[in-house]
Nanobody, 121 residues
């Protein structure tokens, strides 16, 4: 099982980006999926997450600006970010709690490889 994130880049303040993260491999089902971010010297922090039923949760710093969604048929989670601020600059990681078949039935959290988002002011 692996998560593949994409969609990061360089954008001016006030602009927008859309991140995607697709899960692949021997998956039975996916519970919560989410996005985290990390800047140098700071711990990784939750940006937003979404349950399999579509219930969402956001960090206060992104409420009203970011939207998380998922396509269960594609095992994919998205993060629409708009408008972006310079303080949103970070490496963004996707996370998913997956019931899979990896050397037996397993339930565990998986992380994507991280995608850089840079917002210039």
């Amino acid at each position: 099982v692996q998560l593949q994130a994409s969609g990061g880049g360089l954008v001016q303040a006030g602009g927008s980006l859309r991140l995607s993260c697709a899960a692949s491999g021997p998956i039975f089902s996916i519970n919560a999926m989410g996005w985290y971010r990390q800047t140098p010297g700071k711990p990784r922090e939750l940006v937003a997450d979404i349950t399999s039923g579509g219930i969402t949760n956001y960090a206060d710093s992104v409420k009203g600006r970011f939207t998380i969604s998922r396509d269960n048929a594609k095992n994919t989670v998205y993060l629409q970010m708009n408008p972006l601020k310079s303080e949103d600059t970070a490496v963004y990681y996707c996370n998913a709690n997956i019931l899979g078949h990896v050397g037996g039935i397993t339930l565990r959290n998986y992380w994507g490889q991280g995608t850089q988002v840079t917002v210039s002011s």
